[in-house]
């Protein structure tokens, strides 16, 4: 599976965007990017992924470079429950057997501020 | 029910004693996972289930650790023997698994303490 780069943590002005980069420069052709992101005291949770075209949600959105070895998650107005460990993950699609490569790195501890 | 669940929330153990933690999937997910987080520390990766069947071991991290899954639902992780570098939050999660490959839903996860 393709590896994951990212800062050990950032910090960001509360209302001011939130840019998390996460490189991948080793990521293959059926390969998503994936962003999960875990709040002090819960389990993780899923963000949004995509192949490489941009993707938005109601949560953030996903740049994917278009050589697709890195990422930036961008949360437009981050408030202060965003504080919490994001982790971008490499996951390659329709396996099957083997593992489907759900595997955490060190994530970015991102610290919204007010 | 709507979300993974999980259960004990909390266990407390003595040393040496065995401990069965339970994970009851989303309905119709597939790929089923476990995960340790220690105090402090990322997510480390023990097993993934696809069906009852668990095509990836290695991340267990002794023979005193073991999993199981019937039904292709609940799944209960086992520690034998239990140490106190055992203590630590297990988290499962359930997803629809390949080659959908859609998003993981997590439990709230089982804290154990070994005294």
């Known amino acids: 599976d393709a590896k994951t780069t990212q800062p050990t943590s950032m910090d960001c002005a509360e209302g001011r965007a939130a840019n998390l980069p996460c490189n991948h420069s080793?990521?293959?052709?059926?390969?998503?990017v994936y962003w999960y992101r875990q709040i002090h005291s819960q389990g993780p949770q899923y963000i949004i992924h995509g192949l490489k075209n941009n993707e938005t949600n109601e949560m953030a959105s996903l740049i994917i470079t278009e050589d697709r070895k890195s990422s930036t998650l961008i949360l437009p107005h981050a408030t202060l429950r965003d504080t919490a460990v994001y982790y971008c993950?490499?996951?390659?699609?329709?396996?099957?057997?083997?593992?489907?490569?759900?595997?955490f790195g060190q994530g970015t501890e991102l610290s919204v501020k007010p | 029910g709507a979300g993974v669940s999980q259960s004990p929330s909390n266990k407390v153990t003595e040393k040496g004693k065995d401990v069965e933690l339970r994970c009851d999937p989303i309905?119709?997910?597939?790929?089923l996972y476990w995960y340790r987080q220690s105090l402090g520390q990322g997510l480390e990766f023990l097993i993934y289930f696809q069906g009852n069947s668990a095509p990836d071991k290695s991340g267990l991290p002794s023979d005193r650790f073991s999993a199981e899954r019937t039904g292709g639902s609940v799944s209960t992780l086992t520690i034998q023997r239990t140490q106190q570098e055992d203590s630590a939050v297990y988290l499962c999660a359930s997803s629809l698994g390949p080659p959908k490959n859609t998003e993981a839903f997590f439990g709230q996860g089982t804290r154990l303490t070994v005294v």
């Open positions: 080793t990521i293959s052709g059926n390969e998503y």
């Open positions: 993950i490499v996951i390659s699609l329709g396996r099957g057997v083997g593992n489907w490569g759900l595997i």
């Open positions: 309905s119709g997910h597939t790929a």
